[in-house]
């Protein structure tokens, strides 16, 4: 369903990303893994097209994302959601508002459906007391709730996680990675999770993929990554200071 | 050797000023067209409208009533001095209309109104929400830059509008109420020296100045750099690039008027 191939990024004079390739499969749920500002969320801007690459292809069902025509990459855009780091919900609307918004912006659903909608993806993330309730109201783990139900919402086919656990306490940490896992086996999503999560996102995904200097080292389960003798891997998962992973 | 890295350097330095004022140029092109062609936004149009003409009268008025004031207030000795006190009101309106009403409103807009709209589009660059729109399927330049851009070219001739009446009741009430000139006079001898003209090319300008505004405001906020200090600079250069733009601007079209 996606497969990147050989992708290259640089800004100025440095590579970030250098030859990446992955294959994702339909309904399979992968984590992306790696060090602070290796360039796990670029790669994942590049699946929606929202940074091109230097060279290299992003594929989705066989169709080069970087190249297609705007109307194509519109269609594409609406079958895929992103979650990101922020939330990016809009400060100026409600939780309501928010969830609502790509529905009166893109639909032509009626006030009635939209609210039922709405409501009822509210209710997935547990949060349907807060629809009137501002993002400055809320705590990170409600933001991300609320940012996982305005994805939800458009009915996307593959979700994108872009590290949305980040600077949440271990008990709210578990609580989203069970709702996005639950998500995801109730609705059969193709999705990449991009997470430092270690171990508790080993329950909830099919594969890990290791980015480690602008290239995937790995992609293969949590129990082979976590009995890996790769010392990359080895350094990374258990969280070592010493190793061949230099920490910046 | 030297030289040639300098030629290096300051060619680097031309191409990407060149290619700043080509996005800069792009930008206001896009802005016009979606201006221009349905789905217009009508909404986030009154609620800009709203935000950048009605909230903005406080310090529209403020400003007009102390500058009709000061304009009476020197224009009245000079005027005394050749014994042409009675053309007052015609000094003050005439002033007013064709030049402070649209320059002074346009400045007081840039700040108040004008430095809020970079700051909510960087933020919204800063937090991913403009990204988000992209995702979501809908145009950013649509959504955020076009209201702005209409709501500016409609309030602005307002705003101009009501900082001219309040300025010249300034006026009055300094060279009328307070030095004793004849209200007839200020007002009589106002009605003989102003023209349609003056009115409408005060309107133009307003019109025009609305769009110098709107442009790089939105266009300073949409490309900020991330963070609190991209945000701040971009801020700070919207107001001071809108504010030279618009007085270097108000230059070109009163010597194209005249």
Known sequence: MIRIENLWKSFDSQEVLRGVSLHVKPGEFIALVGMSGCGKSLLLRHLVRLIRPDQGRVL???????????????ALRSRIGYVFQS??????????????????????????????????????????????KYPAQLSGGMLKRVALARTLVRAPEI???????????????????????????RLNLTGILVSHEIPEIFGIVQKIAMLHEGSIVAVETPETICASPNPVIDQFVNGKPEGPIKVR | MKIIQWITAWGSWLVERLSGLGKFALFLCAAVVYSLTPPIKTDRIIKQLWFIGWKSLPVISL??????????????????????EAFLGPLVALSLIRELGPVLSA????????????????????????????LMGLNPLRYLVTPNLLAMVIAMPLLAAV???IAIFGGYLLGVRVLGLNAGAYFGEMNNYVVVRDILNGVYKSMSFGIIIAWVCCFKGYYSRFGAEGVSAATTQAVVNASVLVLVWDYLLTSFIS
């Open chain 1, 60 to 74: 989705v069902d066989g169709h080069d994302v970087g190249t297609m025509p705007q109307k194509e990459l519109e």
């Open chain 2, 163 to 165: 900082f001219d009446v």
């Open chain 1, 87 to 132: 939330g990016a919900l809009f400060d100026s609307m409600s939780v309501f508002d928010n969830v609502a918004f790509p529905l009166r912006e893109k639909t032509r659903m009626g006030e009635t459906q939209i609210r039922q909608k709405v409501m009822e993806e509210l209710d997935q993330v547990g949060l349907k007391d807060a629809e009137h």
């Open chain 2, 107 to 134: 400045l007081m807009v840039t700040g108040r109104a004008g430095s809020s709209i970079t700051a909510e589009i960087g933020i919204m660059r800063t937090n991913d929400q403009i990204d988000a729109l992209h």
């Open chain 2, 63 to 84: 400003t007009a009533i102390f500058t009709g004031m000061v304009l009476a207030l020197q224009g009245h000795p000079t005027l005394r001095r050749v014994g042409s």
């Open chain 1, 159 to 185: 979700i994108l996680f872009d590290e949305p656990t980040t600077g949440l306490d271990p008990i709210v940490v578990n609580s989203i990675l069970q709702l996005f896992d639950s998500v995801h086996r």
